[in-house]
């Protein structure tokens, strides 16, 4: 009778101490979060951490693309040696092995690059290694339009929205997934392998492998439909900023085509500052006096093309107020139309002159007795 008097009372009891029992066995009751929730907020946070970027570092880009002798495979063994230590002696060893490029300016072999970026707007400061001119190459997107200025040929070109043209963002030193697309198709995506701290993120056309806790992206690879790798990014060397901003010192873009390199980009950050105000005129460019203006926002095939009579400190400025000033004018007629008008008008008077003739002729009486 005692036992069944007691019986609410462990039915009340049991469950609790079987969680705990379990807890201890198991150091919890509940279970795991999701890996994948758990690393995307991580990103998240760190993405969302960074408001503007002062990032300067050297480049060195080599398109080896048809001529290119250096297999995947081989690559993948020279990056296998490489540690921050020895980055420069790496690069030697590696600008040795792999042909000249057919467009020697096309490389970019230790030039020196700055960098900044606010939002969507951010310019690159590319020194000019092709000749001492002090100038640089400026490459500019500012929310709307790209402008491309060569010292060179002092020529500054206008292109509307992006051009394709590669210009170096957070998102090319520091790697952040799509995070939407990822939680969209997180069904897509499986945990291939969780030890030493690393997560390794999987579906069919790609993969991420980073630090489970820091979030610290290490290596990404993207495949074509049928396997074969296209692209792969290598990040090291991070360090810690203010703001408990991580971000890499060293990073690597090799792009694939028939197994072999055709572009490969090693980046060395050299100095980074964060979330300190960048002045607007940062993302405007400047023109000197004589300096060819090419505007191809309105149509590409038929540019317009001015020559600066004054040094400007805003090309946009100055191609859009000469714009308004084409628009008020009348347009100007080419020579050919003007003589064309010029002889339609000719022969139109003729005509009313030979009709007027007519009309009068008509009006003189007729004697039959002539």
């Known amino acids: 009778m005692k036992l069944l008097h007691l019986m609410p009372t462990l039915c009340l009891v049991a469950p609790q101490f079987s969680c705990v029992s379990l807890g201890v066995l198991l150091g919890q009751c509940k279970t795991d979060p999701d890996p994948l929730d758990a690393v995307l907020r991580i990103w998240k946070a760190q993405d969302s951490s960074i408001v503007t970027i002062y990032c300067k570092l050297r480049m060195y880009?080599?398109?080896?693309?048809?001529?290119?002798?250096?297999?995947?495979?081989?690559?993948?063994?020279?990056?296998?040696?490489?540690?921050?230590?020895?980055?420069?002696?790496?690069?030697?060893?590696?600008?040795?092995?792999?042909?000249?490029?057919?467009h020697p300016r096309r490389e970019y072999w230790g030039d020196d690059v700055e960098i900044f970026q606010q939002g969507v707007k951010v310019r690159n400061n590319v020194a000019n290694s092709h000749d001492k001119s002090p100038e640089n190459f400026t490459y500019l997107f500012n929310g709307k339009e790209e402008i491309h200025f060569n010292p060179l040929n002092h020529q500054a070109t206008l292109i509307p929205g992006r051009s394709g043209v590669l210009i170096l963002g957070i998102r090319d030193l520091r790697y952040f997934p799509e995070f939407?697309?990822?939680?969209?198709?997180?069904?897509?995506?499986?945990?291939?392998?969780?030890?030493?701290?690393?997560?390794?993120?999987?579906?069919?056309?790609?993969?991420?492998?980073?630090?489970?806790?820091?979030?610290?992206?290490?290596?990404?690879?993207?495949n074509d439909a049928h396997g074969t790798p296209i692209q792969e990014i290598f990040e090291f060397g991070y360090m810690e900023y203010p703001g408990n901003i991580d971000f890499p010192t060293f990073s690597i873009n090799a792009s694939y085509r028939d197994g072999?390199?055709?572009?490969?980009?090693?980046?060395?950050?050299?100095?980074?500052?964060?979330?300190?105000?960048?002045?607007?005129?940062?993302?405007?460019?400047?023109?000197p006096k004589g300096a060819m203006i090419v505007d191809l926002r309105k149509d590409a095939k038929k540019p317009r093309q001015?020559?600066?009579?004054?040094?400007?400190?805003d090309v946009v400025e100055f191609a859009d107020s000469?714009?308004?000033?084409?628009?008020?004018?009348?347009?100007?007629?080419?020579?050919?139309?003007?003589?064309?008008?010029?002889g339609v008008s000719v022969g139109l008077v003729f005509l009313l002159i030979g009709i007027k003739l007519w009309g009068r002729r008509a009006k003189v009486p007729h004697n039959p007795m002539q």
């Open 260 to 287: 072999k390199i055709a572009v490969v980009s090693f980046y060395r950050v050299e100095e980074c500052v964060f979330n300190e105000d960048l002045p607007e005129s940062i993302f405007s460019i400047g023109a």
């Open 322 to 342: 000469i714009r308004s000033d084409e628009e008020m004018r009348p347009p100007i007629r080419s020579r050919s139309f003007l003589l064309t008008i010029a």
């Open 61 to 102: 880009r080599h398109a080896g693309y048809p001529a290119s002798t250096m297999t995947r495979k081989r690559f993948l063994q020279e990056i296998a040696t490489l540690k921050a230590e020895n980055f420069s002696q790496f690069l030697d060893s590696f600008h040795g092995q792999v042909p000249p490029p057919e």
């Open 180 to 222: 939407y697309a990822m939680e969209n198709e997180r069904r897509n995506w499986v945990v291939e392998d969780r030890s030493d701290g690393k997560i390794r993120l999987c579906r069919s056309d790609s993969s991420i492998e980073a630090d489970e806790q820091s979030g610290r992206i290490y290596h990404i690879l993207f």
């Open 306 to 313: 001015v020559f600066a009579p004054d040094s400007v400190t």
